[in-house]
């Protein structure tokens, strides 16, 4: 990868007139070289925003107008209803569906999540595909390896590309993914006219993500199925979720026993987020309240040894209903 241009601004041409790049803002090298690799992954035209929280924004704006109706599948990532309910203030109204169903008919637009975080379900394409709304699809947890939501009839595909597509936990990042040329263009005047433009530095993080992303992608997958096919069989665990693909686990303790798990692993770091070569583990009450079950623990595989994980995993969920915490 060739240095980062962390430029601001750049000279215009002999006639006075803008080049490619002019403004950071508006566009930069870095960022449009990462466009363009994820477009590639992707089938479509990337746009790169500042977060997953500004795409999540971005499409919106882009695409709703008060009196809208978003809705939304159950059990996704609760900050996408977060910002949802936020913009509800402006007129936006948003309904919770079940996304392993057809969608309320008369959504303006849809939006689901392949698979949705931290419940793990995925959504019916065919009644996707008949619906006259349009259709947004948080691809994060999947990725281009397993999902290219566009192929799938999804109007825009969408990352928080913090997670698994930068995959090292050191740059804050979304993007989106579109096919026609009219919604990138809105997608794009938003992102300029909000100021949700990603740094080149973030950009330069996708960049080096992308080379590695199936090689960590596909790793974490096969360690997610074997670990999710152990949890199943612990005492301790009561419900297991995996999709089968993908590096993201969410599994039941009892109620009183997700604090002791999640600080309990070694190896495996107690954080939030999802998408690094490193595991880390949470329980998501702590942020989503009764949206969850107390004892759910969202578990993101890494690419460390399968054996070595379990061993951490194990030890921990063994001190659940033991004698003060003790193994």
Known sequence: MSSVDRATAWPYDEQGEAREFAYQRNAHPTGKAAEDALGALEGGDALLFGSGTAAVTACIVAFCEPGSTVALAEG?????????????RWGLNVIEFDQTGPPPEKADLVWVEAPANPFLTLPD?????????????????????????????????????????????????????????????????VRLRLGLSASPDAAASLLR????LELRVRRQTDSAIELARRLGGHPAVLRVRHPGIGGLISFDVADDGARLVETSTTIIANMTSLGSVRSS??????????RVPRGLLRLSVGVEDVEELWADLAAALDRVGSPAGEA
Do not use: M, N
């Open 76 to 88: 996704a990532y609760y900050g996408t209803g977060v910002t949802l309910t936020e913009l509800a």
């Open 125 to 189: 394409w065919e009644a996707l595909r008949t619906h006259p709304g349009l259709v947004v699809c948080d691809a994060t947890v999947s990725t281009p390896v397993f999902l290219r939501p566009l192929d799938e009839g999804a109007d825009v595909s969408l990352h928080s590309a913090t997670k698994y597509l930068t995959g090292h936990h050191d740059a804050l990042l979304g993007a989106t993914v579109t096919r026609d040329a009219a919604r990138r263009e809105r997608l794009y005047q």
């Open 209 to 212: 993500g992308l080379t590695t």
């Open 281 to 290: 583990i949470e329980s998501r009450h702590r942020w989503e309240g009764d």
